[in-house]
């Protein structure tokens, strides 16, 4: 290689930037569809328990590969394994997350237009006339994708400059903004006349209507919004010191993840049920239900409402960028490091194939629309073939690779800091990462192709 492999230079660095790799659209975007659809605070209270028993053991799982191989994904299972075919394990993880960022940048460049619509006010009308706009903006030739390459360019923008002076510097500076808009608009969310149904369907779980969906739901939404899978967490580990304890840096990322998620829907549910909108209005939530939630909830002060769907945007643009920086960074790690190429060299290839990607994605959603296969748009095979296979059989893959090939000893000297931490909760671990979490990842699995 031309150039030396960096660390992040602070816990909290390390930390603010694994948590951004976690942090993106499936907290504030999937998460609260997901709990209106499930019922509420029953969903929140299974989904905080699978982050517990799923999320953290596939976590530091990522997290010992990817310090211990200090490298690109595809080289730490490399070095695991010592060439055995386990190795493809890490192959996939960049492969899947090259796919996602193509596509994922289209949703994300979304969020950059609904900025610009926000402030030149093309927001403001009726239910009907914001459907209209999102519709007539979807499948227009060439806004997304002008918003697609504008937000990848973004993206390029931070990679270019490195681990520390990159991702860590904007890290830093990106996930405090994030917190401080997400605080702002839960206070104005819950003043808003009638917001207590909306807090009281967050947190006072009914569990009568749990059931076997909801628990799977709670399964798959966890996996999705932590980024396991993704080659994100073992490269961001890749970066970490000797010193950093796995343990808990999984669980800190976790509670930031998980409330990111519950503010996120203490901003939605209270503006919906204030103007008697369904909680369970799915992916539509964001782009064509909300719009019309602020329009309503604020109707007597105008610009509130103005203010408050600007600010939500912006704080929807920061959670997607958060997450394209990390899944930018694991095929760029990869190309810099295979290819013995400079960093802005590989960053480049990354940034150019990723914006063709997500342009025939945005493409296929619209005016390209015979960009299909098996009735499916290029943008919804993209979504179904990284999130409903590769990221559960990765992640399935990756517990029985470190749970039952990699020498217990290995793992465990990673998880205690070769002896420097304590180990009471290394055989707990151990139990979940061979057991449980396979079993639960299966479970998924095989449910959403309505097999169990």
């Known amino acids: 290689m031309t150039e030396e492999r960096a660390n992040f230079a602070s816990k909290i660095g390390a930390i603010l930037a694994t948590a951004g790799s976690a942090v993106g659209l499936g907290n504030v975007w999937r998460f609260p569809y997901m709990c209106g659809h499930n019922g509420g605070a029953a969903f929140i209270v299974i989904y905080v328990a699978c982050v517990m028993l799923l999320g953290i053991p596939c976590m530091i799982s990522e997290f010992i590969i990817g310090r211990h191989g200090a490298s690109n994904t595809y080289r730490a299972y490399s070095r695991l394994s010592g060439g055995t075919p386990w190795k493809f394990v890490g192959l996939l993880g960049v492969l899947t997350g090259f796919l996602i960022t193509g596509y994922y940048a289209v949703v ?18 009726d239910a009907g006339y914001v459907a209209r706009y999102f519709e007539q903006f979807s499948t227009n030739p060439w806004k997304p994708v002008f918003w697609t390459v504008a937000i990848l360019l973004l993206t390029h923008f931070v990679i270019v400059r490195g681990v520390r002076g990159g991702i860590e510097k904007f890290s830093k500076l990106l996930m405090p903004l994030l917190f401080v808009l997400l605080l702002v608009m839960v206070v104005a969310a819950c003043l808003l006349p ?20 909801v628990f799977l739901g709670a399964l798959g939404q966890s ?3 932590l980024s396991i899978a ?22 800190q990322v976790s509670l930031i993840d998980t409330m990111v998620a519950i503010l996120a829907g203490l901003i939605i549910f209270p503006a919906a049920f204030s103007v008697g909108i369904s909680p369970d209005s799915g992916p539509k939530l964001v782009f064509i239900t909300l719009p019309n939630v602020f329009n309503q909830a604020f109707s007597g002060m105008p610009f509130v409402g103005w203010l408050m769907a600007l600010m939500f945007y912006a704080l929807l643009s920061l959670a997607a960028l958060t997450s394209l920086i990390s899944l930018h960074e694991v095929s760029t790690a990869f190309f810099f490091e295979e ?42 095979l993209f979504d179904f073939v990284t999130g409903q296979i590769f990221l559960p059989v990765g992640g399935f893959l990756t517990c029985l690779f470190l749970g039952w090939y990699v020498p217990k000893q290995v793992v465990k000297d990673e998880f205690t800091n070769w002896g420097t931490l304590g180990s009471g909760f290394f ?7 061979r057991y449980v979490c ?12 309505n097999l169990i």
């Open 438 to 449: 396979p079993l639960a990842i299966l479970a998924i699995f095989l449910h959403q192709f």
């Open 339 to 380: 290819l013995r190429i400079k960093r802005s060299s590989g960053a480049l290839i990354v940034t150019l194939s990723t914006c063709f990607i997500g342009a025939l994605c945005s493409l296929s959603l619209g005016k390209w629309s015979f960009l299909e296969v098996s009735g499916k748009s290029l943008f919804d």
């Open 427 to 433: 055989n707990i671990y151990i139990l979940l990462v």
């Open 230 to 251: 993704m080659g994100c967490i073992c490269t961001f580990a890749s970066y970490f010191t000797r010193q950093t304890n796995l343990l808990h840096s999984a669980v």
């Open 194 to 213: 009638g917001a207590e149904k909306g807090i009281r369907f967050l947190f006072h779980p009914d569990f009568s209507q749990v059931d076997r969906g």
């Open 223 to 225: 996996f999705y919004s």
């Open 108 to 125: 994300s460049g979304w969020c950059l237009d609904y900025i610009y619509a926000s402030i030149c006010g093309y927001l403001k009308g």
